[in-house]
């Protein structure tokens, strides 16, 4: 009975960490926020009820400085390299391209290839303003090129514009299917090329690493997405 209470004390030390007041600022992206949240806010209320989460746009960039000074804790993205030595990342989730368009698309007969991909007109998400994204590289490999009349700062946003539109959107798989969700008019096609999956990844310095909350939190974004 003595070892089971010893044990039990132990497990609440060792758990208290969890009822500390503080706030965890996350630099990620629209598409973060959506695949992420909604199962990671539960869990954060009912495990860590006085711990806040603030979500920041990376707008396309590592925020070093951030990470560096305390002002950002963690940065979960798909773009993140060239890390200093003093920096952690970890891959948390890999996810693979589709082509989103609208069911009223007169261009395409319930199928999409290359030359009808080619044929439509396009939008792009871009977080830094550059057009030139992984479809328009793995295109110029075989000497091919598409038409993109905008560039979007938003993962979520393009598919209101494909809605009832001859246009087209190459986006991430989960961000098709919540838009095929929401909107009945939308479908997915299968890229008419090929595209490597991309990797997201949550970066964090040492600064963090051995922080127990922190740490937690890290364990179950990673369980989150991973499940």
Known sequence: LIRSLESFYDYCDEQSFLMREDRIRIYSTDYIEQL???KLLPIVRDQAPNLQLVFHNTRGRLPRSELETGACDLAIAGFFD???ETFYQQTIHSEGFCVLASRTNQMLDGKLDLETFLACDHL???????LDGIVDKALEQQGRQRHVVAGLSSFMSPALLVEGSDLLITCLQSVAEEACRRMPDLVRYPVPIELSEVDILQTWHQRTHEDPLRAWLRQQIQATLAG
């Open 36 to 38: 992420l949240v909604p």
């Open 82 to 84: 060239q890390l200093p």
């Open 124 to 130: 792009v998400t871009t977080l830094t303003g550059d």
